[in-house]
Structures are given as structure tokens and as C-alpha cells.
């Protein structure tokens, strides 16, 4: 099942500049109790907390930015989430979301796993490793990919663990997860054919069986 | 903005350690205006050597409160907005009943017969105060250092009158080291002979002492790079090296002259009581847990911690926060970048006014 931006979200991209947002600002309930890791200056958090009336929580690593998010009036703590989801009694947020972080985590499926248990559904977003001009950049020049969503230089990527959308859905395949949603992007369009050639990001809506 | 030290008389005190003080003293400062509602009301509370004086020009000595970088109109707690008060911690000396007050029973100073205080008890004193203010719950509470233990104890003690808490650069407990340190300063004053078992008010104050306590005190105040920052290895032009024990290096006169001055500010016996509350507080107790004694409260949390502060090491400020996510309640944290050391939290106002301002007004705007 996929979904098309409604104006709302729309409305939303367009402040928010981030096209996963406008999808996971439609995926989250009114008034849930949201926990966002790894939420950067908390653009999200704060469109959740004004426009979807949300109990918005953080988790953020870099100073700076956590001072911008108590600043805004969010409740951020700093940390990292690789640990920092273990002193969270189970089940304590209606969503846990994960955007664009999960390739960056020392521990994926530790981070997962820890997600599923402190929140009821997890929302995590990925940029796809097997889209196509990933594939062509490594076949063409037999080097490491630099592209338009992965533009660092090998070295110096904070991406350490690159998935698929295939990937993905193995792993929520064996660890018996449910997938409540599946939605792919390119650019800020939803696309449904082919996702893992043609999906730049990918959103999933997952809770456990 | 012009501060005045006010009194308040309270006609008994019960003590942790099963003793009465009556009458009590508190002396307090107030700034800003109560709203109607009585909902805007903010608890400032010091650090082990502060006093009541925390913002504005002292109408008695003309100086700047010492938290004056972050209270005001328009600053972190906003006075155009929030009703701020600081009192002065009992078992101190500036004003609120201590060691140098008189005792009834005797009409002397009570010196070493003062029985002993705990954080909890200063806390106690606080909230007759704010009671005789006719404010039920605080908009917020917050301190650094031991004042961050005081805001931790009352969201413990009256979780019904506090609307949040901002505790910085603190601890739940104190470890090993800090207690050590403490002793350290302790033992300085009780070897002076000065010091008479506590009974010196009618002689001279062990002022020897109470220096070199002071001297250490401010050691762990700082951090190796404020120090090499502020004195590295420079000196006064050397003579000779023949008497070499004068003082030439400056961070050796720096710390003789803060000495000095405290003894001029500060009395011994103070020293010694605050101290010893700091070392035996420990907020589990009564409750079990650190989790448990903070399950009883409500609030809403900012804690703050300091990069370079090695004497109140952010792992400390984390267990507070571990235990507060452990019952999910609602609380931010921030480990400010500083080279100050544990005197970050008095002189980095910048980055905390972010913090403190927007978290208050979010906080007035939730309770409103």
C-alpha cells in the first residue's frame, strides 16, 4: 500500500525542504507520543508538536543542535542512538522514527530492534544503496558510488551501513516484522514500479508480529 | 535594577536530624512582579558559596548579583515576565539562619553547637518561604551545583508545587572524589587553630584555614585549559631564586587572593555545615532508587552539564536523565561545550540563556 502527499503535506515539504517528512507527517497520528532519533535541529519534531498536536521527544548527538531544539521548546536529549534507546521503558511512544539515520548507526539492528521495543510502530527512512545510478556509477567508473543521494567521498561518508530496499524487506522478513506501509520516493514523487531500481528513499511504516 | 535583601521570620524549622530550630531566618531577593494567577513564580538557588543577592545592583554593596548574567528583563529568566526569587541557603552566612547566628537557648552564636543540616532541611526553609509568598507551585526551580541538588530535592519533596525543574551541573549524589575534595577544605579549617571546635566568634575566625580551603575549592572550579588559559606559566620577574616561596607564579597569587577575599565574605563554621550537607545528600534516600525517588515527581526537566566540568562530570548529570526517561517523563538534556570547567555554568551565559529561556517560556505556555 502506498500513499500520495494530501496538500497538507505538501504544504509541509514545501517549509520543511525534506520530502520524507510530508510522508511521515501523514503516517503519525494526532496527539501520538513521538520519539525522533537522531532529529537534527527538530524540524520534524516541532511540525509534529504544532501540527499534529504531538508529545515530541528527541534524541540528537551534536551539541549545537540539541541547544536549537530546546530552543524551539522540544524536549531533546543528547546522545547517541546507537545506546541510547536502553534506559526507555517498552513501549512508552506510539512512534519511534528513524529518518535518514539508519545507514549512519554503528549497530542497525540492535537500533531497530531497540526502536520496536520502546514504541509501538517505527518509521524509518533510508536512502536506497541499489538505485540505479548507484549501480551504473559503480559499474561505469569502479569506484566507490558518489551520487546526487550519496555524495561524500568514500572516506569521509557518515554512511557506514548501506541497505536496499530488498535488504529492508529480507530483514523484516526474518525478524518476523510486520510492514504496515511501504512507500518510495524519487525526488519528492511516489513511485510503485520497481522501487529497488527506482527508489531513491524509501519509507517504511513497520510494527512488530 | 536595584536588589534588596529582605527577611523572613518563620517561628520553627524541624531538622532531618530530629532538632527544632526556632525562630528561623530566611533572607531572600526578589525581582520582577507576581501575576495574578501567582503561576509565574521561578526559584533560583544557589551554589555552595552564594547567597540571596542574584541579580541587580545591591542596594547594600553596590555590587552585581552573582547570577546577574542571567536574570533581568529580557534575559534567561526574564523578570519582565517571571517573578524570580533566591534566598540564601540555611547554615549559611548571609543572612538566612546559620552556625553564626544566635542561639536562644544561649545568646551566643551557636558555632559548633548548630546542629547539622541537610539539603532536604534548606529546601524545608524554601518552601515555608515560598508558602508565606502565597505561591502554591513554581513555575520553575533551578541552580547549578548544589543549587541544581535543592531543585532536585523539592521536584522529589513538593512534586505538587513544581511545574519544572532546571538542575545544572549537579549530581544526585556525590561520588568519592567529591566528598574527598570537600574534606580536604574541611580539614583546612578545623587544623587552623583559629578554628576552637567552631566557638571563634568572639576572637579571630580561622582565616588560615578557611583560605586554603578556598584555594582548593576553586582549583576544581576550573579546568586544565582555563588554567593554562588564564595563567599558564607566567610570573613575576624573579630576583633570586633564594626565598622561593613568595608567590611568583600567577595562578599561585590568583589563588592566595581568592582566598583572602573569602575569608572576608565567608564564615568557617558555613563552610563547614554546607559542605557536609553536600557530601551526605543523596537523593534515593527515603526512596530506594534514584528511579524511585524520581517517579514521585512531575515536572517537567532541563538539565544541563559542561564539557570540561570534571568536578560535576557530565555522567552525573546522565544518571539524573536516565532516571527521569526511565518514567519517561518529560525531560531535555544538553552537555554545553566549555573550557570553564565546573565555574562554566556562572560565566556561560550565552548558550545556556538559549536553553533556560526558550524551555521557561514553553514551559509557561504548556502550564498556562
Not at chain 2, 518563620?10 to 532531618?16: A, N, Y
Not at chain 2, 534515593?284 to 515536572?299: D, E, H, K, P, V
Amino acid at each position: 500500500m502506498t500513499l500520495t502527499a494530501t496538500p497538507e503535506q505538501a504544504l509541509a515539504a514545501r517549509r520543511l525542504g525534506r520530502t520524507d517528512f510530508t510522508i511521515l507527517s501523514g503516517l503519525v497520528e494526532p496527539r501520538s507520543k513521538v520519539l525522533d532519533l537522531g532529529c537534527g535541529d527538530g524540524e520534524l519534531l516541532a511540525w509534529l508538536a504544532e501540527n499534529k498536536q504531538a508529545v515530541a521527544r528527541g534524541v540528537e548527538i551534536s551539541p549545537a543542535s540539541v541547544q536549537r531544539c530546546i530552543a524551539q521548546g522540544l524536549s531533546v536529549y543528547q546522545g547517541d542512538i546507537d545506546k541510547g534507546l536502553a534506559d526507555y521503558p517498552d513501549r512508552c511512544f506510539d512512534f519511534v522514527i528513524l529518518s535518514q539515520t539508519l545507514q549512519q548507526t554503528h549497530r542497525p539492528l540492535h537500533v531497530l530492534r531497540e526502536m520496536l521495543r520502546v514504541g509501538e510502530r517505527i518509521i524509518v527512512t533510508f536512502p536506497n544503496f541499489s538505485h540505479w545510478t548507484m549501480r551504473l556509477s559503480m559499474l561505469l567508473t569502479g569506484r566507490a558510488p558518489k551520487t546526487k543521494l550519496f555524495p561524500h567521498e568514500w572516506h569521509d561518508s557518515p554512511n557506514i551501513h548501506f541497505l536496499t530496499v530488498e535488504d529492508f524487506e529480507n530483514l523484516a522478513t526474518a525478524e518476523g516484522w510486520i510492514v504496515e506501509r511501504r512507500v518510495f520516493l524519487r525526488g519528492d514523487r511516489v513511485i510503485r514500479a520497481l522501487p529497488n531500481l527506482l527508489a531513491e528513499t524509501a519509507i517504511y511504516l513497520v510494527r512488530r508480529s | 535594577m536595584t536588589a534588596e535583601t529582605q527577611l523572613a521570620q518563620f517561628d520553627s524549622l524541624p531538622l532531618d536530624c530530629g532538632e527544632t530550630l526556632a525562630p528561623v531566618t530566611a533572607a531572600y531577593q526578589t525581582y520582577g512582579e507576581l501575576n495574578r494567577e501567582r503561576s509565574n513564580a521561578v526559584l533560583i538557588q544557589h551554589a555552595f558559596s552564594g547567597d540571596a543577592h542574584a541579580a541587580g545592583i545591591s542596594r547594600e554593596t553596590g555590587k552585581p548579583g552573582w547570577w546577574d548574567n542571567m536574570i533581568g528583563p529580557h534575559k534567561a529568566f526574564d523578570t519582565s515576565r517571571y517573578f524570580v526569587i533566591c534566598s540564601n541557603i540555611l547554615g549559611g552566612c548571609q543572612g538566612t539562619t546559620g552556625p553564626g547566628s544566635i542561639n536562644p537557648a544561649t545568646g551566643k552564636p551557636f558555632g559548633g553547637a548548630f546542629p547539622v543540616v541537610t539539603v532536604r532541611d534548606m529546601v524545608r526553609l524554601q518552601k515555608k518561604l515560598i508558602d508565606s509568598l502565597g505561591i502554591r507551585r513554581l513555575l520553575s526551580l533551578a541552580g547549578g551545583s548544589m543549587g541544581g541538588m535543592q531543585a532536585l530535592q523539592w521536584a522529589v519533596d513538593y512534586p505538587e508545587a513544581v511545574v519544572s525543574a532546571i538542575p545544572i551541573a549537579t549530581a544526585y549524589r556525590h561520588s568519592a572524589q567529591q566528598i574527598a575534595f570537600n574534606e580536604v577544605g574541611r580539614m583546612a579549617v578545623m587544623s587552623d587553630p583559629d578554628w576552637k571546635g567552631g566557638d571563634y566568634y568572639d576572637s579571630a575566625p580561622p582565616g588560615r584555614g578557611l583560605s586554603v580551603a578556598r584555594m582548593i575549592g576553586h582549583i576544581t572550579y576550573m579546568s586544565d585549559d582555563s588554567m593554562r588559559e588564564k595563567f599558564g606559566r607566567r610570573q613575576r620577574p624573579k630576583e633570586e631564586l633564594g626565598n622561593g616561596f613568595a608567590g611568583d607564579f600567577e595562578v599561585e597569587n590568583y589563588l592566595r587572593y581568592r582566598g583572602g577575599e573569602f575569608v572576608n565574605r565567608f564564615d568557617a563554621n558555613s563552610y563547614l555545615y554546607i559542605t557536609k550537607a553536600m557530601d551526605n545528600f543523596d537523593l534515593t534516600s527515603g526512596y530506594g532508587s534514584l528511579a524511585a525517588a524520581l517517579a514521585r515527581s512531575q515536572a517537567r526537566f532541563l538539565v544541563i552539564s559542561f564539557s570540561s566540568d570534571w568536578l560535576y562530570p557530565s555522567y552525573q548529570s546522565l544518571e539524573i536523565v536516565r532516571a527521569l526517561r526511565g518514567h519517561n517523563l518529560d525531560v531535555a538534556y544538553c552537555e554545553i561545550p566549555s573550557h570553564y570547567g565546573h565555574d562554566a555554568f556562572l560565566l556561560e551565559a550565552g548558550e545556556q540563556t538559549e536553553l533556560v529561556k526558550h524551555f521557561l517560556a514553553n514551559t509557561f505556555k504548556k502550564a498556562a
